[in-house]
Nanobody
Framework: VQLQASGGGLVQAGGSLRLSCAAT????????MAWYRQAPGNQREPVAT???????NYRDSVKGRFTISRDNAKNTVYLQMNNLKPEDTAVYSC???????????????WGQGTLVTVSS
């Protein structure tokens, strides 16, 4: 499995970014996907998940601001991030895993992330 995230950058607070993650080596359409982030000095944390059927979940701090989506024809998962805050600054990575009930179980496939920096 190869996962390549892109779309990060430097943005002012209140701005927007759209992240993309292209997946190869898997049958993308049948897999659950997730975006994670890791800020300096912090552990990696889940941001949003999307099942193969399109059901989505978000961590509380990004609800109403971030939207996860997928395009199975392009083997790509997206993360639209609006009203960004300085605390959103982190390296964002995507993951292919498994949603069981309300819990997402990540695989060991992370790929290279993309850095998002939000200035105040």
């Amino acid at each position: 499995v190869q996962l390549q995230a892109s779309g990060g950058g430097l943005v002012q607070a209140g701005g927007s970014l759209r992240l993309s993650c292209a997946a190869t080596g898997i049958i993308f359409s049948i897999n659950d996907m997730a975006w994670y982030r890791q800020a300096p000095g912090n552990q990696r944390e889940p941001v949003a998940t999307i099942t193969s059927g399109g059901n989505t979940n978000y961590r509380d701090s990004v609800k109403g601001r971030f939207t996860i989506s997928r395009d199975n024809a392009k083997n790509t998962v997206y993360l639209q991030m609006n009203n960004l805050k300085p605390e959103d600054t982190a390296v964002y990575s995507c993951n292919v895993g498994s949603m069981r009930g309300i819990y997402y179980y990540p695989s060991d496939s992370w790929g290279q992330g993309t850095l998002v920096t939000v200035s105040s």
